[in-house]
Structures are given as structure tokens and as C-alpha cells.
């Protein structure tokens, strides 16, 4: 059984930085894409970055260019970094493993990042 635990989430002004971590526990995840996603309040959760096991990378729209995903293999962790936030980033952030070509996923239980002067 996998769990992945998120932690870094804030309170922060816009224009501010906030680093997210999930750390996985259990099984290996070196095969797995691992992501984040986020909930904004009466929304619908959305992509925001993923990562495969190889480094490939790919981003929502609304956050190329000032958020960066990164992973350590040999820390079983995930890490989103947040610049240049904006109000409209505000939403609870969930980390996400997905084993390829499978229906296997976990979820974590997510962190909430507020921006807001």
C-alpha cells in the first residue's frame, strides 16, 4: 500500500514562492508519474504538473513558467515549486502517483495554498 504525505502549503501574498513536497511511503514509485493537481472551492480538480519516471514534464497553461516540477527517486519525493503566485492559485493541492498504462493511482490528502494580501 502506497501513501503519499503533502506538506509546504501556506498562507503567502501574491507574487510570493511556496515549495510543495509529497513524500511517498510504501512501495517504490519509480515507474509511477507522479503529479500535482488542485481544488479550488466549487471547482472541479484540475492538472496542474506531472512528471514520468524518465523527467518528461508537463504543465497547466495557467502555470508554465512559474511553477517547476521535480522529483528525487531515491527520496520516493515530489516536489512543486511555486513562483510568482497569484490569487487565483489558491486551492487545496493533492500529490498523485499514476503506475503507466494501469489504472493503479494514489492520492494524497492534500495541502491548502491560500494567496492573498
Known amino acids: 500500500q502506497v501513501q503519499l504525505v503533502e506538506s509546504g502549503g501556506g498562507l503567502v501574498q501574491p507574487g510570493g514562492s511556496l515549495k510543495l513536497s509529497c513524500a511517498a511511503s510504501?512501495?517504490?514509485?519509480?515507474?509511477?508519474?507522479l503529479g500535482w493537481y488542485r481544488q479550488a472551492p466549487g471547482k472541479q480538480r484540475e492538472l496542474v504538473a506531472t512528471?514520468?519516471?524518465?523527467?518528461?514534464?508537463n504543465y497547466a497553461d495557467s502555470v508554465k513558467g512559474r511553477f517547476t516540477i521535480s522529483r528525487d527517486n531515491a527520496k520516493n519525493t515530489v516536489i512543486l515549486q511555486m513562483n510568482s503566485l497569484k490569487p487565483e492559485d489558491t486551492a487545496v493541492y493533492y500529490c498523485h502517483a499514476n503506475r503507466p498504462s494501469t489504472i493503479i493511482t494514489y492520492w494524497g490528502q492534500g495541502t491548502q495554498v491560500t494567496v492573498s494580501s
Open positions: 512528471i514520468t519516471s524518465g523527467g518528461s514534464t
Open positions: 510504501g512501495s517504490i514509485l519509480l515507474i509511477y508519474t
